[in-house]
């Protein structure tokens, strides 16, 4: 069955890094667009970055591209997020998402896409 399981979150003073991990079992991950999504307490869940099947990148927050790596651990079957310079607006549970498509332009989440139970990012001020 398929599951994922994000860990790599915690506390981080403003300015630090994080790296996220989402470890997924039940299917090849490197075959779908795979996704990071982030929710605020009182705030929407909002896409923060994508990564195709054919490996291209893809930043929906402005912010941050030049802080944000979204990639693969192809031999561990895993998404990853590397966050630098994060600032207390990036604190969120941030959620892995496969997307059931094979690109990301197009994406939006639909009933029947796997999600994570996310990780908890925290930036302190």
């Known amino acids: 069955q398929v599951q994922l399981v994000e860990s790599g979150g915690g506390l981080v003073q403003s300015g630090g890094s994080l790296r996220l991990s989402c470890v997924g079992s039940?299917?090849?991950?490197?075959?779908?667009?795979m996704a990071w999504f982030r929710q605020a307490p009182g705030k929407q869940r909002e896409g923060v970055a994508c990564i195709s099947n054919r490996e291209g990148t893809y930043y929906w927050i402005d912010d941050v591209k030049d802080r944000f790596t979204i990639s693969r651990d192809a031999e561990k079957n895993a998404l990853l997020l590397d966050m630098k310079y994060l600032t207390p607006e990036d604190t969120a549970t941030y959620f892995c998402v496969h997307t059931r498509q094979r690109t990301c332009g197009d994406y939006a989440p639909t009933e029947g896409d796997f999600w994570g139970q996310g990780t908890q990012v925290t930036v302190s001020s």
């Open positions: 039940g299917f090849t991950l490197s075959l779908y667009a």
